[in-house]
């Protein structure tokens, strides 16, 4: 693990979806999740952190340093083997607790982080039956939320077969999926350099920030499906600060990022803006986004991880 980041970034992530589901709710029959006090869609960090993690598994081919920890149908105590395999080979029992050597110890740590992407980036917790520690990731997310309130539609959907023998004589099958006709989301970023130094960071590196911003902006495209065909990113502004403890507060900074609902369409909940009987928005051209880039605090400068100018 080298050149780890040595900069503090707060950013301010935009993307749409049209007639889809983005993150359907297991506690609500996949409902598309939704704030029950406001009605603006939600979607987890979670949701988010799975889509970086499947297409950076599918950019290198899950191979060092760019595997997969958490992915499906893994085994995770399998992972942590393979690091006590390599630090210390001769262990066959006590492997719930980490070594009495802290040098060792780390090197377990170390083994995973230099091995597993997802680790370096968000942070594990491998304290289980093979237990190879903890750490904190440097990237972090909220949680996503859409600017205006969202309407989930339930479409009934037929199928001409059927699952058994009992079921011949329905000749078909009848099943719900759930839409959103439109929804625009923002959730904030961070990418904390303190957390990603040697010798106690993840090593998360110059070079995997640079794939974590090509997965922010390609990570839909191998996320196809039924439910999510028309997802994709609009907008990443960026606030990258010369100090590794930040030059400015970061909800300073997200204030300076400004999405409106243009005239015509609904205002945004609370905003005077808008008619307030204007239709519903249906894509990105029924807002505007702008970027005060006026004044910024000393030490502060922006990046357009993806532009939507």
């Known amino acids: 693990m080298t050149n780890p980041v040595s900069s503090r970034y707060d950013f301010a992530y935009f993307f749409d979806i049209t007639d889809g589901n983005p993150n359907g709710d297991p506690d609500a029959g996949n409902l598309p999740r939704i704030d029950a006090e406001t009605g603006q869609g939600l979607v987890t960090d979670v949701c988010l952190k799975r889509k970086i993690r499947n297409y950076v598994g599918l950019a290198h081919g899950e191979q060092p340093p760019y595997e997969i920890y958490v992915k ?29 050597d ?14 597993f992407f997802d680790v370096r980036a968000f942070g ?12 904190r990731g440097p990237v972090q997310f909220g949680i996503a ?16 077969a059927v699952t058994n023998e009992r079921d011949l004589e329905k000749e078909r099958t009848i099943g719900r999926k759930f839409t959103v006709p439109y929804a625009l989301y923002r959730v904030h970023g961070y990418v904390n350099p303190n957390l990603a130094g040697d010798p106690n960071g993840t090593g998360f ?8 911003r090509q997965a922010l902006d390609q990570m839909f495209e191998s996320d196809k499906s039924a439910a999510r065909a028309n997802m994709r990113p609009v907008a ?3 606030f990258r600060h010369e100090s590794r403890l930040g030059n400015a507060r970061a909800d300073k900074l997200f204030s300076r990022v400004l999405c409106t609902a243009r005239q015509g369409v609904q205002p945004l909940p609370g905003a ?37 100018r």
């Not at 802290?102 to 091995?115: D, I, S, Y």
């Open 272 to 308: 005077e803006n808008g008619d307030g009987d204007g239709r519903p928005p249906r894509s990105f051209g029924d807002y505007e986004l702008t970027v005060d880039e006026q004044d910024l605090p000393s030490g502060v400068t922006i990046e357009h991880w993806i532009d939507w």
């Open 72 to 100: 499906e149908r893994a085994v995770l105590n399998r992972q942590h083997d393979r690091a006590w395999q390599k630090v210390d080979p001769k262990a066959t029992k006590d492997k719930d607790k980490l070594p009495k």
């Open 145 to 160: 939320r859409s600017l205006h309130p969202i309407v989930a539609q339930e479409h009934a959907v037929t199928r001409c």
């Open 102 to 115: 802290e040098k060792k110890a780390r090197e377990l740590t170390a083994w995973m982080c230099g091995n």
């Open 124 to 135: 594990a917790v491998m304290t289980t039956e093979v237990n190879c520690g903890q750490v």
């Open 205 to 212: 590196s110059e070079s995997d920030l640079s794939l974590f």
């Open 236 to 238: 990443c502004i960026a």
